[in-house]
């Protein structure tokens, strides 16, 4: 007998505020509005039962609306929409007001604006990785260079430098360090009984290995004309998918 497969929850986050690049979500980059990038590859998934936005703003909504299989189910309360928000907070208000029966919802997929360059394939491959791997949640990552690897890191502390991690032995020759990872931002897929915990990352913790040179989580102007110096051959390599 086949299990049958999840149901799973997309959820994309847009508040209209933002401290970096005043109305983030909705500026045009490549004449398309931020938010649209991750709504085309939302759209495209084939794994995601349903996709909501999270917003406080009208603009928002609207422009989201008028996408087949986009559902803003009613504005963001402000206190959900301010830069000091926790995210599991708004992560675990968007799955109260999902449409439908939200238990029914296994997984929420979480797709934030500020990565634009996401694929619908790289969405649906994930899905498959922590349903296969039967985790609780999964998170992008890229290795650490060896030289910011945190078994080579200090920090300052009273005018002096202390090592970051001070219970580890140290490594001198570079071939001996562990690699080491971070978030990149562009997927985190979270067990929604986890999200009732009150955590987007934990219990059984998965990863998927990004190595693509298509990396911009755009907080900063600075990030801003780094997504616009690769949207072009990032267009030509996904055939403008969207």
């Keep these: 007998m086949t299990t049958p497969f999840p149901k799973i929850l997309g959820l994309i986050p847009a508040r209209m505020g933002s401290q970096g690049i005043p109305g983030k979500n909705m500026k045009l980059l490549g004449g398309k509005p931020l938010i649209q990038y991750t709504i085309g590859a939302a759209r495209k998934s084939e794994l995601l039962a349903t996709v909501v936005v999270s917003t406080d703003s009208i603009e928002i909504a609207r422009f989201a609306s008028q996408f087949d299989g986009i559902l803003v189910p009613g504005l963001r309360p402000a206190h959900l929409a301010t830069h000091r928000s926790p995210m599991i907070d708004v992560v675990a208000h968007a799955l109260e007001h999902a449409p439908g029966q939200s238990h029914a919802f296994q997984y929420v ?9 996401r694929t619908p394939d790289l969405v649906d491959r994930t899905i498959r990785h922590i349903i296969r791997e039967e985790a609780d949640s999964l998170v992008t990552v890229r290795r650490i260079p060896d030289a910011f690897n945190p078994f080579w890191a200090y920090i300052r502390l009273n005018n002096h430098l202390e090592k970051a991690l001070p219970d580890c032995a140290a490594i001198t020759r570079r071939q001996d360090l562990p690699h080491a ?5 562009a997927i985190y897929i979270t067990r929604t009984s986890l999200i009732h915990e009150g955590q987007i990352t934990g219990g059984k913790l998965s990863a998927w290995l990004h190595e693509n040179e298509f990396e911009v989580n755009i907080d900063t102007q600075a ?13 030509n390599q996904t055939n403008n998918i969207y």
């Design 223 to 235: 990030d801003w004309i780094k997504a616009e110096n690769l949207l072009e051959k990032w267009k």
């Design 181 to 185: 990872y971070y978030r990149d931002g």
């Design 109 to 117: 997929v979480l797709l934030q604006p500020t990565y634009p360059f």
